[in-house]
């Protein structure tokens, strides 16, 4: 039985989503750079602001704002299926065979499609404080230094942290008016 959603007016949502058997696939740009580029694409067809993200090599968090957020499922919808997309291509591309195989796998084993990159759904919480949502930035931003990949939250590059301390917005920009 899937977990019920709340679409409140003006709540920031944290969101989970994993890649199918958590599979290590964010490990170089060339695989995490169209994740973001496809972010800051549905962040404006789908009206909302980024408030923070890390991208984990076998997962990723979001905290986004929409504007309209009964659009929450839509753009999640969206997003995975058009970033399975690109990164399918961009394992042919690479003749990542190991990539390739374990997606269409993924996509046996589920019967659903031919490949398939990410875990169905999406896991989402509504953030109703400040106290809250900085609680998840910071847990977000201290993921990689509890995951070992880093020593320190602004040596990973695949954060929002580095938009924060570090004012660096080279790979996407992030909404810092609710400060």
């Given at each position: 039985?899937?977990?019920?959603?709340?679409?409140?007016?003006?709540?920031?949502?944290?969101?989970?989503?994993?890649?199918?058997?958590?599979?290590?696939l964010f490990t170089r740009p060339s695989l995490v750079l169209p994740l973001l580029d496809s972010?800051?694409?549905?962040?404006?067809?789908?009206?909302?602001?980024?408030?923070?993200?890390?991208?984990?090599?076998?997962?990723?968090?979001?905290?986004?704002?929409?504007?309209?957020?009964?659009?929450?499922?839509?753009?999640?919808?969206?997003?995975?299926?058009?970033?399975?997309?690109?990164?399918?291509?961009?394992?042919?591309?690479?003749?990542?065979?190991?990539?390739?195989?374990?997606?269409?796998?993924?996509?046996?084993?589920?019967?659903?499609?031919?490949?398939?990159?990410?875990?169905?759904?999406?896991?989402?919480?509504?953030?109703?404080?400040?106290?809250?949502?900085?609680?998840?930035?910071?847990?977000?931003?201290?993921?990689?230094?509890?995951?070992?990949?880093?020593?320190?939250?602004?040596?990973?590059?695949?954060?929002?942290?580095?938009?924060?301390?570090?004012?660096?917005?080279?790979?996407?920009?992030?909404?810092?008016?609710?400060?």
């Amino acid at each position: 039985m899937p977990i019920p959603r709340f679409h409140i007016q003006g709540h920031v949502y944290y969101v989970t989503t994993n890649v199918y058997r958590r599979l290590r696939l964010f490990t170089r740009p060339s695989l995490v750079l169209p994740l973001l580029d496809s972010l800051n694409f549905y962040r404006h067809r789908y009206t909302f602001k980024l408030l923070g993200y890390v991208i984990m090599p076998d997962h990723l968090h979001l905290l986004v704002w929409p504007q309209d957020p009964e659009q929450m499922g839509a753009f999640m919808r969206d997003f995975k299926k058009f970033t399975a997309v690109r990164l399918i291509r961009q394992a042919e591309v690479e003749k990542d065979h190991k990539l390739l195989t374990a997606f269409e796998a993924a996509g046996s084993e589920t019967g659903r499609s031919e490949r398939k990159v990410w875990q169905d759904s999406y896991w989402d919480l509504n953030i109703y404080t400040e106290r809250f949502l900085r609680q998840k930035l910071n847990y977000m931003h201290r993921n990689p230094v509890r995951g070992r990949i880093v020593e320190h939250p602004e040596a990973y590059p695949y954060s929002s942290y580095r938009n924060y301390v570090l004012g660096d917005e080279a790979l996407i920009e992030i909404d810092r008016g609710w400060l």
